[in-house]
C-alpha cells in the first residue's frame, strides 16, 4: 500500500507537505503595529448626522426604560458616551475615517 493512498480523501503526501510551508506575511508585524498605532492616535472617525441620530435614538430608548420605578438601573449620559466610542472603536478596527450605520448596529 502506498503511503499517499493512507489518507482516502484524495489528499497526497505532497499536498500535506505544500500546505506545511512557512508562509511569510506580506506585511511584517512591527511595520502593522506601527501604522495602526499611528493611525489610531491621528484619526479619530468622523460620525455623521445619521449614525449620530441612530445612537441617540438607541440611548432614548434606554431612558425610557429606565425611567419605570421597577427598572434595575438607572441610564444616564455615560451611556450614550460609551456607545458613541464604541462605534468609533468599531470605526477604528475596520480603519475608517467614519461611523457607518453598521458600526453603530453593531454596537
Do not use: C, W
Request: overall charge negative; hydrophobic content about 35%; cysteine-free.
Amino acid at each position: 500500500m502506498r503511503r499517499e493512498n493512507i489518507i482516502n480523501s484524495g489528499i497526497s503526501m505532497e499536498d500535506i507537505t505544500k500546505a506545511m510551508e512557512v508562509i511569510q506575511p506580506v506585511i511584517q508585524a512591527e511595520y502593522a503595529q506601527e501604522i495602526h498605532s499611528l493611525y489610531k492616535t491621528e484619526h479619530l472617525p468622523y460620525n455623521p448626522g445619521g449614525s449620530k441620530e441612530h445612537l441617540i435614538d438607541f440611548y432614548l430608548g434606554l431612558r425610557k426604560q429606565g425611567e419605570a420605578p421597577d427598572s434595575p438601573f438607572p441610564v444616564t449620559a455615560r451611556q450614550l458616551e460609551a456607545l458613541i466610542r464604541l462605534a468609533e472603536a468599531s470605526a477604528r478596527v475596520r480603519l475608517s475615517g467614519m461611523v457607518t450605520k453598521e458600526d453603530t448596529d453593531r454596537v
